[in-house]
């Protein structure tokens, strides 16, 4: 049975440790690594098949939540923002590839990772540093942490040359959510997949807010109300062609996404509705090539293209009235080339290009073109039990602006040119020949390039702003071990130290020559210290019961290091944990199988933090855990495979808030019908 | 063997779920500072409003009391703990009438009225987007920039002054006045109005709202306007019944200034040459500070001045002498004690983590600080009744 294989968890195994040279097809992206031949020497988790599709999970953001080290900022919601940060590092220090080519957004730096549903994914990675993989873009060297999203790739059986796949799913919020997937053979070396979701949510719950008092314990307010202007109503196309060559292969991608929704706003005194709404659309055409060109000779070549287009309104007329459009685009073309010196040595050099363009209806903004080259050198070497990964990037930026709709006298100045360098070093040992047990150790200095609106925003932009810099050391372990024929039939366990530091950080400060105005300036220090915790057990009993468990901790002291000018504030916000960085934060999933049964129980808790680095009653905010259970049944209705979930999240009700003034949902449901063909 | 592995894990984590788990919040109880001595100087105490960031609902309320020397922060949850959220979500100006507290609550579209004395909740006024109070003859004046809305696309929103029987709390009348009306002045039957055009032109200066509007106070209409500069900001009216106006400028080529409005002539008769982000009057001294962007530091060069009203002329560029002024990272509130003549100024820090409360001396020199609210802004004193 294919979901005894322990990558359902998908830590991935060192078991393997033969070098696989030329290994085209095994690690080109897009195409699922069924082998465990990686060199895998850097931290990852990863979730895919059973494990994930059971996790009561909306979006790509609720599943990151269950890895360690990851932490969530998440506004509520079916169409609420929610962005996604490792090691306490930043959102914008975060590379998200979606089937191997970055999302980007210059604009602002942040993907709203709950616009991705999980509808179509097959698998989720994280990374910290960079994957563990030389064969690969310069971009994928390029951030602090990296998440990869695989969708679904189309894969026939024997005699099939056709698979079709329709779900649908309701629920709480008014849920409306059908999608439906067509995959055919074209040829023995062309595959074609075709796949849409549509969803429609009034994003209505309620949610309650209570007080009582200090020593009586009474209830001293007590408020529930209907969380408004969540709505959402979104469209996802994506189709691709899936090819293979002669020691090679190929897929070309689109994706469409087009979405209106309400912002539903924070929750203030006398305020408990907002009106503002936002438009997103977004497109893009990506291509991936590998081939093997002579022995020990590979490369890749990637391409893309994206349009981006975001209208955000203000319809409210008693505030100040902004219908605001913002427009990119994105031309990106990248080319590896791997080149095995000998069995034990390989080395790649990577370029990419890359050109972005932001157009808005902003008064007074600056249209900012920005070309970007990357070059990527790279080697992977492994000596018995020694492996070792290198690589140094460089980073080369050059921006134009054009007037846009700046006023004539005003400057229109784009910013400096930035070169930069930057190296990563990881190491991995096994020490005893006979034990699954491996260390490893990582050095990555890396830096976030400011966003265009860091620079060009209309007022608050500031285009003498420096890129920002993280220095990641890491030093921890994996060990795994299988027992045969015994019911506890595997144990995993990893854990990591690490010691992170963001310099420059770009922050907001205010600006004088008026009230409440602000400018972007490169002032913030922050010193991460942590430990993550992981780990796996699986259980075989007789009768096809299959028990999973896996857990995962986080331990965080994330401190604001920012010196500030007056002492007397400055010790109220030095050394503070920074905002929404709990110290404990851990989850726990758990599923039992039996037979065409399957029950899903799973925990996330995430400790008390502060809204600011000011660590004073006025700013805390309560730990959150909540509980979530789903339980799914295949079975074959004639000739189709069916599938049916009944999920049940925050089971306990809990009232919680992730971001101060912005209520969750309480307890809801969720029921799933999935018919296969 | 094995399972002892797992058990120990499970347990672990129930430990560290149960020992942190959530309680009930509680209702905020305010902390207490002592920093001076009981002094009589014919006023009981002074509240300083917090601001608080947009969207955090942390407008706080703080009061010092002359009577014992403490500084009580955040007394506001502590005084009202049944009123759901609290104070709000940005205050933007506070004043004393009769025996009633008024905080106009911008962000929460309402102005809250409380006792006096013990800052215990009366009720509110719902005012969108409301900006400042000034009273007169039992009517508040509050200004709003959330006017008549219009069907026409070249239509852009005025303001208004909306007009409050006290008695009652409740709106009697309105009066539209120019684009986004920010501080307000009442002397001599007229109300004077400084027109901010707030909202408008971050790319075009040519558009901005540069007037003073006057209303009568007996018709409640507006009389006219009185070109003064781009971006108005706050009213004060001197002894003699003269206005002093401050613009913004346009935050580029236009810098911000203070501007004289001669009460007989009804128009700008003088210009004083000195930037102006927020000023007190105490007599005939405008205590002011200034804050502007230098794009040559990229930092905030700051000004504590005094500008005698009578001469015009800037008596002092450096009110603060001590040298604290370089402690001070973004002033952002003031006051003159009539009696004491002790100077209060307010620190905004970083605008999202608390700021501080400096109080000098007539000489300029510090007596004592105390951790405030974020963003402290707004002064009212306390009389003895």
Same mark, same amino acid.
């Given at each position: 049975m294919a979901f005894i294989c322990p990558k359902l968890y998908g830590q991935k195994a060192y078991r393997n440790s033969a070098h696989i040279d030329t290994a085209g097809v095994k690690t080109l992206r897009g195409v699922t690594v069924s082998g465990t031949g990686y060199k895998e020497v850097i931290p990852t988790q990863k979730l895919a098949g059973e494990s994930l599709k059971s996790l009561n999970s909306f979006s790509v953001a609720d599943a990151i939540r269950y890895f360690a080290g990851v932490q969530v900022k998440d506004y509520g919601g079916v169409g609420g923002l929610k962005t996604v940060d490792m090691r306490s590092l930043g959102t914008n220090h975060m590379g998200v590839f979606y089937d191997g080519i970055q999302l980007g957004n210059a604009q602002n730096g942040q993907i709203d990772l709950g616009k991705f549903s999980m509808d179509n994914i097959e698998s989720i990675s994280i990374y910290n540093g960079q994957k563990s993989e030389i064969f690969q873009p310069a971009k994928d060297y390029g951030s602090s942490g990296t998440i990869y999203l695989r969708s679904r790739k189309p894969v026939f059986d024997s005699l099939k040359t056709t698979n079709f796949k329709g779900v649908f799913k309701t629920g709480s919020f008014d849920l409306i959510n059908p999608s439906i997937l067509l995959e055919k053979k074209l040829t023995d070396n062309i595959n074609y997949s075709f796949s849409s979701e549509y969803i429609k949510s009034s994003g209505r719950y309620p949610f309650r807010y209570k007080r009582i008092f200090h020593d009586s314990k009474a209830i001293a307010w007590d408020t529930t109300a209907i969380r408004q202007n969540g709505d959402i109503n979104a469209l996802r196309l994506e189709s691709g062609l899936y090819g293979t060559l002669k020691e090679g292969l190929w897929n070309v991608k689109a994706y469409y996404y087009g979405s209106e929704r309400g912002i539903p706003g924070a929750i203030v005194n006398n305020v408990w509705k907002r009106s503002q709404r936002q438009w997103d659309r977004n497109f893009f055409l990506q291509g991936s090539l590998q081939k093997n060109v002579v022995k020990g000779y590979d490369i890749q070549v990637n391409a893309k293209y994206a349009n981006d287009y975001m209208r955000y309104l203000n319809p409210d007329t008693t505030l100040m009235y902004i219908d605001n459009n913002f427009h990119q685009q994105e031309w990106y073309g990248s080319i590896a080339n791997k080149y095995s010196l000998s069995k034990k040595i390989d080395i790649n050099l990577s370029t990419d290009f890359q050109y972005n363009t932001l157009n808005s209806n902003l008064d007074g903004f600056v249209f900012p073109k920005r070309f970007t080259s990357l070059v990527a050198l790279a080697g992977a070497a492994e000596f018995g039990k020694l492996k070792m990964?290198?690589?140094?990037?460089?980073?080369?930026?050059?921006?134009?602006?054009?007037?846009?709709?700046?006023?004539?006298?005003?400057?229109?100045?784009?910013?400096?040119?930035?070169?930069?360098?930057?190296?990563?070093?990881?190491?991995?040992?096994?020490? *005893?020949?006979?034990?699954?047990?491996?260390?490893?150790?990582?050095?990555?200095?890396?830096?976030?390039?400011? %966003?265009?609106?860091?620079?060009?925003? %209309?007022?608050?932009?500031?285009?003498?702003?420096?890129?920002?810099?993280?220095?990641?050391?890491?030093?921890? *372990?994996?060990?795994?071990?299988? *027992?045969?024929?015994?019911?506890?039939?595997? $144990?995993?366990?990893? +854990? =990591?130290?690490?010691?992170?530091?963001?310099?420059?950080?770009?922050?907001?400060?205010?600006?004088?020559?008026?009230?409440?105005? $602000?400018?972007?300036?490169?002032?913030? =220090?922050?010193?991460?210290?942590?430990?993550?915790?992981?780990?796996? *057990?699986?259980? +075989?009993?007789?009768?096809?019961?299959?028990?999973?468990?896996?857990?995962?901790?986080?331990?965080?002291?994330?401190? =604001?290091?920012? %010196?500030?000018?007056?002492?007397?504030?400055?010790?109220?916000?030095?050394?503070?944990?920074?905002?929404?960085?709990? $110290?404990?934060?851990?989850?726990?999933?758990?599923?039992?199988?039996?037979?065409? $049964?399957r029950l899903n129980y799973s925990f996330i808790y995430v400790g008390n933090r502060y809204q600011n680095s000011a660590n004073i009653p006025e700013n805390y905010e309560q730990p959150w855990y909540t509980s979530d259970l789903s339980a799914t049944r295949n079975f074959q209705f004639k000739r189709y495979r069916c599938r049916i979930s009944g999920e049940l999240n925050n089971v306990f009700n809990q009232d919680y808030e992730v971001v101060l003034n912005y209520p969750m949902p309480k307890r809801n449901f969720k029921i799933i019908l999935a018919v296969e063909l | 063997m094995r399972k002892r592995y797992l058990f120990l894990n499970i347990l672990l984590l129930l430990i560290f779920v149960a020992s942190s788990c959530r309680k009930d919040v509680e209702v905020f109880i305010n902390e207490d500072t002592s920093l001076d001595t009981s002094t009589q100087n014919g006023f009981l105490g002074f509240y300083l409003l917090n601001e608080g960031n947009m969207g955090s609902n942390k407008s706080t309320l703080d009061y010092f009391d002359y009577t014992t020397g403490k500084y009580k922060r955040n007394i506001y949850a502590a005084v009202n703990p049944t009123v759901p959220k609290e104070l709000g979500d940005v205050g933007n100006d506070i004043a004393i009438y009769g025996n009633r507290l008024y905080a106009v609550i911008n962000a929460s579209n309402k102005v809250e009225v409380m006792d006096a004395i013990t800052a215990k909740r009366i009720g509110q006024i719902e005012i969108p987007n409301c900006r400042y109070i000034k009273f007169d003859k039992g009517f508040a004046y509050i200004t709003s920039y959330a006017g008549p809305i219009q069907i026409n696309p070249n239509y852009t929103q005025k303001g208004y002054v909306a007009k409050v029987d006290t008695t009652t709390l409740s709106i009697v009348d309105k009066c539209i006045v120019g684009f986004q009306p920010d501080g307000l002045e009442i002397t001599n039957g007229k109300i004077y109005v400084a027109n901010s055009g707030g909202y408008m032109g971050a790319g075009n200066t040519a558009k901005y709202e540069r007037t003073v509007s006057v209303i009568d106070v007996a018709t409640f209409k507006e009389d006219k306007r009185i070109d003064v500069a781009y971006n108005l900001d706050h009213i004060i009216a001197d002894k003699r019944g003269d206005l002093w106006v401050t613009s913004r400028g346009d935050y580029k080529q236009l810098p911000s200034r203070l501007y004289f409005i001669d009460n007989a002539a009804q128009k700008v008769t003088d210009t004083i040459p000195i930037a102006v982000s927020n000023y007190y009057l105490d007599g005939d001294s405008l205590y002011i500070y200034s804050t502007e962007w230098s794009y040559i530091t990229y930092s905030n060069v700051v000004t504590y001045a005094i500008v005698d009203t009578r001469t015009h002329k800037v008596v002092s560029r450096s009110f603060i002498t001590d040298g604290t002024d370089k402690e001070i990272e973004i002033p952002y509130g003031i006051m003159v004690h009539p009696v004491t003549k002790n100077i209060y100024v307010t620190d905004a820090g970083n605008y999202v983590t608390p700021g501080m409360l400096y109080c000098f001396t007539k000489a300029g020199k510090k007596k004592w600080s105390v951790r405030t609210g974020d963003i402290p802004a707004h002064f009212v004193l306390l009389p003895k009744s």
């Open positions: 990964q290198g690589s140094v990037l460089g980073t080369f930026v050059n921006e134009r602006v054009t007037r846009g709709n700046t006023s004539t006298g005003d400057s229109a100045v784009a910013a400096p040119s930035k070169n930069e360098v930057t190296p990563a070093f990881f190491l991995s040992y096994k020490p *005893f020949t006979k034990l699954d047990f491996n260390i490893r150790a990582f050095y990555k200095n890396i830096f976030r390039m400011p %966003t265009f609106n860091d620079l060009y925003y %209309t007022d608050i932009g500031n285009i003498s702003l420096q890129p920002e810099f993280t220095y990641q050391y890491d030093l921890g *372990f994996a060990y795994r071990k299988s *027992f045969t024929g015994s019911m506890f039939s595997e $144990w995993h366990l990893q +854990t =990591d130290f690490y010691y992170n530091q963001v310099t420059n950080k770009i922050v907001a400060v205010p600006k004088g020559s008026g009230m409440y105005r $602000w400018m972007m300036m490169n002032i913030g =220090d922050v010193e991460i210290r942590g430990i993550e915790i992981v780990s796996d *057990f699986v259980f +075989t009993f007789p009768q096809e019961i299959l028990l999973n468990f896996r857990t995962a901790y986080t331990y965080q002291a994330a401190q =604001d290091y920012t %010196t500030r000018k007056s002492t007397e504030l400055q010790k109220t916000t030095y050394g503070g944990q920074i905002p929404y960085i709990s $110290w404990n934060s851990g989850s726990f999933i758990s599923s039992i199988q039996y037979k065409s $049964w | -």
